[in-house]
Nanobody, 115 residues
Framework: QVQLVESGGGLVQAGMALRLSCAASRSIRSINYMHWYRQAPGKQRELVATITRGGGTNYADSVKGRFTISRDGAKNMVYLQMNSLKPEDTAVYFC?????????WGQGTQVTVSS
């Protein structure tokens, strides 16, 4: 089991930046994939960014070049640096731990980008 708590969301203007944090209740060193998802009102949850246990990363086309996912194994933390934010980035952002046999979610943090 692992509990995840997201933080760092807020209301910003377009073009600004935010850094989301995801704190895990135990070591994430052995977790194969850590993801950030987002869900906008009336839309399905979508995968935004992934970081593997080995440090490999992958991004949705809509955020490539603007968002950066990272992990700090020593602190049991995962981050999502979001630059050049757009109104269409407005959503609740969720941290997810994908350990193959189990899947864990945080409660989400709201990001609102005004134009």
């Amino acid at each position: 089991q692992v509990q995840l708590v997201e933080s760092g969301g807020g209301l910003v203007q377009a073009g600004m930046a935010l850094r989301l944090s995801c704190a895990a209740s135990r070591s994430i060193r052995s977790i194969n994939y850590m993801h950030w998802y987002r869900q906008a009102p009336g839309k399905q949850r979508e995968l935004v960014a992934t970081i593997t246990r080995g440090g490999g990363t992958n991004y949705a086309d809509s955020v490539k070049g603007r968002f950066t996912i990272s992990r700090d194994g020593a602190k049991n933390m995962v981050y999502l640096q979001m630059n050049s934010l757009k109104p269409e980035d407005t959503a609740v952002y969720f941290c997810n731990a994908d350990d193959i046999v189990a899947n864990y979610w945080g409660q989400g943090t709201q990001v609102t980008v005004s134009s």
